[in-house]
């Protein structure tokens, strides 16, 4: 069994309002942690890491994963983190695995020495990214982030570039496409630290906020989270042979596959 650290996991307060879907947002300080302790790290990803500040981070930000599924009632010894094509994160049951509750999607984030998750209950998608306070951001890069009269904008107050860059990046996890949704195509309402925003055909609610030095962008929409594979179809089939009564003899083996 593994034991969970405590007191160094702190939640985000969200003041999204009572009709929004449940959302648990959690940061902790990234720190050395044994593979082993960590059940949702990716074994075969951790290998491949060439510097430890990216070991270490990939571990954090899985092992804060566990700690916030344990608060949503979600036993990760049963789960496993898969990727979609836009590398963007899911979690879902061992193949094998009979219980079929439905899991929150998620997101993860590290940023200056923390890991940052985020949890949005079933038939959302969500987005976390964090950025100290006191980042700056050259103005080089603010044409790869905006254009037209935000980039004006922009250039007029830099001081908002740091809230402007995590606003994108939490819609681009949210939207789960990563760079494939141009930045400069997400355009952020000026001066609200809660907005609604139209892309494509999606709705994100967005928040922005500060916590323990950081400035935080947090964001969902409606949408799915989870990420299939075809072992999972297998066994929703047999799930509805077994409950028709019809004969069956699959086999289902639980194993974690790291993908």
Known sequence: MVTLMVGTDKII???FGSDSPRLLCMMMPIEHLKLSDVLLANNDEVAKFVTE????????????LQLSLAKWGVDSSLIEVRRNEFRAPSIAYLPGTWKRTPLPSISIGHSSGYAFVALVESGWTVGIDAEPEDLVISKGVFDMM?????LSYLNNNPNQAVRLWTSKESIQKSARLGMNLNPRDIRIPIGETKSKLSIENSIF??????SNGFFISISYCLGEGYDSI????LLEQ???AMSKGEDWSVGCKTTR???
Not at 205 to 210: F, I, K, P, V
């Open 257 to 259: 596959s790291n993908a």
């Open 13 to 15: 307060p969200t003041s």
């Open 205 to 210: 609610q967005l928040e922005n906020l500060t």
């Open 230 to 233: 075809p072992e999972d179809k």
């Open 53 to 64: 500040k990216r070991r270490m981070e990939h571990l954090a930000g899985r092992y804060l």
């Open 146 to 150: 905006a254009k037209g009269d935000e």
């Open 238 to 240: 047999t799930q509805r």
